[in-house]
């Protein structure tokens, strides 16, 4: 984020002294990881979040924040915040609610606020001791002893204290003063050992603030930032892409038109061609369906709480963010007045679909009756672009012959049973969750995947009874995930199954965080698992 929109929380250096801030409110918020629970509402009062768990997803204004253990997230009245989602780890958050205003009326006509425009953000500091404060100053506030009370407010100026000093800090600004640069000079020629000079800190220690604070590379920043900007002559200048290659940048039009493809996922012409197209995807598994038809939604969910992809790649194509709101959403399609909607009938209800109905027509697909070729089919023909999609399925299709034949003299008759380990469970993942392995590849299902539809739980013991003569094992990257699969492999009742022993158990990379398999139900997410299973058994 950069300075420009960091004003809303920016406070002039001459209203320090004239500031006071009050504790209004303290709650501890925990997310168990058992369902799908968040919690998203329109704030009134200045909020911090401080962030206890590595897994803690908080979005703002339906943008992601990038969070670790100890970030506090800083927001302002009016801001809509999501906190929790869909996650097999505990999220535990500190929510601390707060006013703030000025002693003289000298000051009075400055805005204590710190409101600037109408730009809307958040900042996101992170502190060594902002949980053990955070932790503080819950547990005397629930204590609601008048002392107690007035140490929670104490504890809360400290960290207050902690935010400003991390603000003042001039290395803490390196970063934000670098990437306001590259929003600048995107088109100069760019060097880590200029930026440095720029930021006043050595190279190593701006790469790694950087990357810290941002989530991405400076390079990365910088190629982000000049495919934004060639995306938008694309589309309003008429000029030629070689010049537009010039302008932004990149030193030919043959490297543009590569580094286009590889992190767009399409050709500039194909871009150009689709850009004109205003689609709203309310869900996230609808960006699943858009993109192998070459379509970048206009407005979009980009709060992915398992992979940064989405916004990575699309953050500067989707012009209005979408959240889980109704209230919000609504406020938003309105605003953005796209062509049409796209959504899942499993969340959104006939009433409100009504209402979305007024701003634009809506599809709603079927999501947990019909498969995801239908879904695609069903969303070209509402797009006009029935053609695109049955040459896409064709290429699908000649793809799984091709891995279904490599793969055949290997795995012949076999049995196959798919485990995943995801968060304190063991799970067999089911026919529809796997139908890139039992239906496109034709692989035989072990007797325990039979009737299981997306996954259940399943206990070590079982196994031992398994008719599967190959394990595929999928881990999820969390440290609950890694921590019991080290447990399985050294537990004697795994190492001493026949799958095991005969070393028929296949790795298959799983996600970051625990991902609901119907979320990846898509004809985007199946074509990326049969790319990655096309090694699995050579």
């Known amino acids: 984020m950069s300075d420009k929109l960091d004003d809303r929380n920016r406070i002039g250096d001459g209203l320090w002294d004239s500031l006071w801030f009050k504790l209004i409110h303290v709650e501890k918020v925990v997310f168990n ?13 200045h909020r911090l ?24 997230v800083a927001c302002i009245p009016g801001q809509w915040i999501e906190m929790g989602g869909p996650s097999k780890a505990e999220q535990t958050m500190y929510v601390l609610d707060y006013e703030r205003g000025c002693w003289d009326r000298g000051s009075a006509g400055q805005n204590p606020n710190g409101k600037a425009g109408n730009e809307s ?23 609601s002893e008048s002392a107690e009370r007035m140490r929670a407010q ?46 006043g800190v050595n190279r190593y220690h701006l790469m790694r603030s950087f990357k810290e604070r941002y989530g991405k590379s400076i390079i990365e920043y910088i190629t ?47 871009y150009l061609r689709n850009g004109q197209r205003k689609v709203a995807a309310y869900s996230w598994p609808v960006l699943g369906q858009l993109l192998p038809l070459n379509v970048i ?52 209800v006939p009433e409100e679909a009504e209402r979305l109905g007024e701003i634009a027509p809506v599809l709603l697909l079927p999501w947990m009756k019909a498969d995801w070729r239908s879904h695609l089919r069903m969303v070209a023909d509402f797009l006009g672009m029935v053609e695109d999609a049955e040459t896409w399925l064709e290429r699908y299709e000649r793809k799984a012959a091709s891995v279904r034949e490599r793969i055949s003299g290997v795995v012949r008759d076999d049995k196959v049973l798919v485990l995943k380990v995801a968060g304190d469970e063991l799970q067999i993942w089911g026919r529809r969750a796997m139908s890139v392995l039992y239906d496109d590849l034709g692989l035989a299902p072990a007797a325990l995947a039979e009737g299981v539809d997306w996954y259940e739980p399943v206990e070590l013991e079982r196994l031992s009874e398994c008719d599967a003569d190959r394990f595929v094992v999928s881990v999820n990257g969390d440290v609950r995930s890694q921590s019991l699969w080290e447990k399985l492999q050294a537990d004697k009742r795994w190492s001493g199954l026949i799958q095991v022993r005969k070393e028929a158990v296949h790795s298959l990379r799983g996600h970051s965080a625990w991902v609901y398999p119907w979320l990846e139900h898509s004809a985007l ?11 699995l058994f050579l």
């Not at 809360?156 to 290395?171: I, M, N, S, T, Y």
């Open 33 to 45: 990881g058992e369902d799908w629970k968040f919690r998203q509402d329109r704030i009134e009062r």
């Open 49 to 72: 979040i401080v962030c206890a768990d590595d897994t803690c997803r908080v979005v703002v204004d339906g943008v992601r924040i990038a969070v670790a253990p100890g970030s506090v």
């Open 121 to 143: 953000g958040a900042r996101e500091y992170r502190l060594a001791c902002s949980i053990r404060m955070g932790e503080t100053i819950h547990r005397c506030w629930e204590r």
């Open 154 to 199: 104490a504890v809360f100026h400290e960290l207050l204290a902690g935010v400003a000093e991390k603000r003042e800090r001039p290395d803490a600004d390196a970063p934000d003063l670098v990437k306001e640069a590259i929003n600048r000079r995107y088109g100069d020629e760019l060097s880590i050992e200029e930026l440095a000079d720029l930021s």
């Open 224 to 270: 982000e930032v000049r495919l934004l900007q060639a995306k938008r002559l694309m589309l309003e200048s008429g000029l030629p892409i070689a010049e537009i290659a010039g302008r932004v940048g990149f030193r030919s039009e043959a490297y543009f038109r590569t580094v286009f493809k590889k992190e767009v996922g399409i050709t500039p012409a194909v």
């Open 297 to 348: 939604p206009h407005a979009a969910p980009l709060d992915h709480y398992w992979t940064d992809e989405f916004s990575r790649k699309y953050g500067g194509d989707v012009a209005v963010p979408l959240g889980h709101h109704y209230e919000f959403n609504r406020s938003a399609l309105r605003r953005a007045r796209p062509d049409c909607i796209i959504g899942l009938d499993s969340t959104i």
């Open 525 to 535: 997410y199946q074509e990326r698992l049969l790319d990655r299973v096309s090694h």
